[in-house]
């Protein structure tokens, strides 16, 4: 293999006050006559993906010069290579911005591999045998939860075979979170839950926790716009401390809300436990994970009960390897996963995951459901494809991970059009 020798630096301008988002983009190359590319990607929020950017490079070593075929062959052994490097580890391991990097390098090196097999990511999980799919997965720090032998046992006879016609034929459930960023205006609000209804959307989340007043207005508003038969979901993206955390939504449960996303720190298992317990009576769940560092946190907060909803990341667990532990884990305990998926290519990335879920996992959408956001779709060369608020699985080869080339060129940084012009225009002030 060869590891390309730059990682584009994209900005992307979102409906938040502060970030921009962007994203180090991972691309190998090989010398095999077809030609293909694994192309890859975390994002972070801006400043902060050149760190990310200076990881990849450190990590690049265990990539350079190897066959995909020996990899693949030792999948786990090539991902404890990465979460384990002897020197790398001190500021992991398997957390932070060298896991950022770790995750952009296995996507790509997965969507590389799904595209010799001439199959989209989900499609060459679903035809895995089961010993193939379980070699991928590091089980160590998870054998007191799930072991390799039990979660063979599970998947029934040595295979994962249940059908997909359910999935060909009416994609998987989506929620939309487009609607409610703080910082829209009602009159913004109301007009983009009109459009969403009328496109068919029933599952919304709106942005919580600067206010309390302006959430109970906020929330008052969509909820007469969506009805009481359609779900709602809120989401505190960790403001809180936990008493705060239980004392704001025991104002805000008149809405019905259907859970609380990261109500306090994503690290703070036994907190969210407390907060799980409280709103219980509610009938309000916590959902939590999107920030979570690795399969060890999502293991905890399966032990302490502190989730209802399992919300796993392409880009910050160590890619799909470390998101098939926690899939099996959430299996085990019953816990339904309704994954994150904003930012920068994560409708395309996790699509795949939450499919396979349903087709080789969990085979339920009870309680079900995977976040979209309609945001930075047009810069990949295979973007989602939403049908009747559903995800409809994608049947080109590959991760969907592959960025337009022209997309590429014009965001890289420092060296695209669009740096170009924003150092002009900061020139001229």
Known sequence: MHYFPYVPFLLFLMFHTDPDYSAAYVVIETDARDGLQGCGLTFTLGKGTEVVVCAVNALAHHVLQKDLRDIVGDFRGFYRQLTSDGQLRWIGPEKGVVHLATAAILNAVWDLWAKQEGKPLWKLLVDMDARTLLSCIDFRYITDVLTEEEAYGESGNGTFCFPEEQMLMHGYPAYTTSCAWLGYSDSTLKQLCAAALKDGWTRFKVKVGADLQDDIRRCRLIRDMIGPENTLMMDANQRWDVPEAVQWMSKLAEFKPLWIEEPTSPDDILGHAAI?????????????????????????????????????????????????????????????????????????????????????????LQDRMCEYVDHLHEHFKYPVIIRRASYLPPKDAGYSTEMKEESVKKYQYPDGEVWKLLVLKKTER
């Open 276 to 364: 799980s317990k409280a709103l219980a009576p509610l009938g309000i769940g916590v959902a939590t994970g999107e920030q979570c560092h690795n399969r060890v946190i999502f293991k905890q907060l399966l032990q302490a009960h502190a989730l209802q909803f399992l919300q796993i990341d392409s880009c910050r667990l160590g890619s799909v390897n470390e998101n098939l532990s926690v899939l099996l884990m959430a299996k085990k305990f019953g816990i339904p996963v309704c994954p994150h998926a904003g930012g920068v290519g994560l409708c395309e990335l996790v699509q795949h995951l939450i499919i396979f879920d349903y087709i080789s996992v969990s085979t339920s």
